[in-house]
């Protein structure tokens, strides 16, 4: 048996300055699907058809979060094309 007992280790607390918080640049797909309450295939659907604004960025679509705001602002989803259907969701 040692005759020194092991210390544990000593863990501590420091506050963590207040800093400024880096908002992402852009959005993934999945992101603005969650956004806006769309699957994720729909989402896919109209970014492609570039009723979302996307940029193809190598392999993957990323909308930048201002285009994607400032499009959203301005009320350019359409129902119809956001629900594949003529009348848009029925309640």
């Given at each position: 048996?040692?005759t020194t007992a092991r210390r544990s280790p000593v863990i501590r607390l420091v ?77």
């Open positions: 048996m040692s506050p963590r300055t207040v800093g400024t918080v880096v908002e992402p640049v852009t959005y993934t797909v999945r992101e603005v699907a969650k956004l806006l309450g769309l699957s994720l295939g729909s989402t896919y659907a109209l970014v492609r058809d570039g009723t979302i604004p996307a940029t193809r960025l190598g392999g993957r679509w990323v909308i930048p979060r201002a285009r994607f705001h400032a499009w959203l602002d301005a009320g350019l989803i359409d129902a119809n094309a956001a629900t594949g259907t003529d009348q848009g969701r029925r309640r």
